[in-house]
Nanobody, 114 residues
Framework: VQFRESGGGLVQPGGSLRLSCVAS????????MRWYRQAPGKEREVVAT????????WYADSVKGRFTISRDNAKNTVYLQMNSLKLEDTAVYFC????????WGQGTQVTVSS
């Protein structure tokens, strides 16, 4: 099982980024997926969750209304569209499937700075 995150970078406050996570080693369409993030010196936290079909989503209060999670089961990929980025969104972002204690991917760094 592997998760390969990409799409991070350096962006100014108010900017946007779209993260991608390609999953492999399991039947992607059978699992809900989550995006997590870990900021320097802080615990890893759940940012967003999406169900198998993509019909239901959940967001942390800190990103609600700014981030959108989506998935493409044909491409084994989950996305995180991040708009109106804030300084406090700076973190390494990871994805994983729900319900299994898989190894973490390397993540993708998002830095919001002016």
């Amino acid at each position: 099982v592997q998760f390969r995150e990409s799409g991070g970078g350096l962006v100014q406050p108010g900017g946007s980024l779209r993260l991608s996570c390609v999953a492999s080693g399991f039947t992607f369409s059978n699992f809900g997926m989550r995006w997590y993030r870990q900021a320097p010196g802080k615990e890893r936290e759940v940012v967003a969750t999406i169900t198998i079909s993509g019909g239901s989503t959940w967001y942390a209060d800190s990103v609600k209304g700014r981030f959108t999670i989506s998935r493409d089961n044909a491409k084994n990929t989950v996305y995180l569209q991040m708009n109106s980025l804030k300084l406090e969104d700076t973190a390494v972002y990871f994805c994983k499937r729900i319900g299994f204690d898989d190894y973490w991917g390397q993540g993708t760094q998002v830095t919001v700075s002016s």
